[in-house]
């Protein structure tokens, strides 16, 4: 069991998961638990509240890694920002090499190893 798949684990609860759900759900024991717990805290990875459950106390673990907002996903190809936004440029769309380069990288895919025939398809 790594601190990557516990990071995951908390990372999968944004109200934060209870140190006492997470050791059982990764079939390790409390100690283990507490070592990688430890590990991700002096990372700044997660921060830790103390918090009570059924009169047992234990700790809520929440991940300081916030999710990458999907708002200009439709505007991203790969890695690259959809050129024509924010752009000042003279435009003539048919010679505009940053567009082209944008729509390739569509075309190629996440992957770029697309078949170059397919694209005239
Ligand atoms: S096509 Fe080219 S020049 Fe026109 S707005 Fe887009 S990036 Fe700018």
């Given at each position: 069991?790594?601190?990557?798949?516990?990071?995951?684990?908390?990372?999968?609860?944004?109200?934060?998961?209870?140190?006492?759900?997470?050791?059982?759900?990764?079939?390790?024991?409390?100690?283990?638990?507490?070592?990688i717990?430890?590990?991700?805290?002096?990372?700044?990875?997660?921060?830790?509240?103390?918090?009570?459950?059924?009169?047992?106390?234990?700790?809520?673990?929440?991940?300081?890694?916030?999710?990458?907002?999907?708002?200009?996903?439709?505007?991203?190809?790969?890695?690259?920002?959809?050129?024509?936004?924010?752009?000042?440029e003279?435009?003539?769309?048919?010679?505009?090499?940053?567009?082209?380069?944008?729509?390739?990288?569509?075309?190629?895919?996440?992957?770029g190893?697309?078949?170059?025939?397919?694209?005239?398809?």
């Amino acid at each position: 069991m790594s601190a990557e798949e516990a990071l995951e684990y908390i990372k999968s609860h944004p109200e934060g998961a209870l140190q006492s759900d997470l050791w059982k759900v990764l079939k390790i024991d409390s100690r283990k638990c507490s070592r990688i717990v430890a590990k991700l805290l002096k990372d700044n990875l997660i921060t830790r509240e103390v918090e009570t459950i059924d009169g047992i106390r234990t700790y809520r673990l929440c991940c300081t890694i916030k999710p990458r907002s999907k708002r200009f996903d439709p505007l991203l190809a790969l890695d690259a920002f959809e050129p024509c936004a924010g752009c000042i440029e003279e435009c003539v769309p048919e010679h505009c090499a940053k567009l082209s380069e944008w729509i390739f990288s569509i075309v190629m895919g996440a992957d770029g190893n697309q078949d170059i025939e397919r694209i005239g398809q």
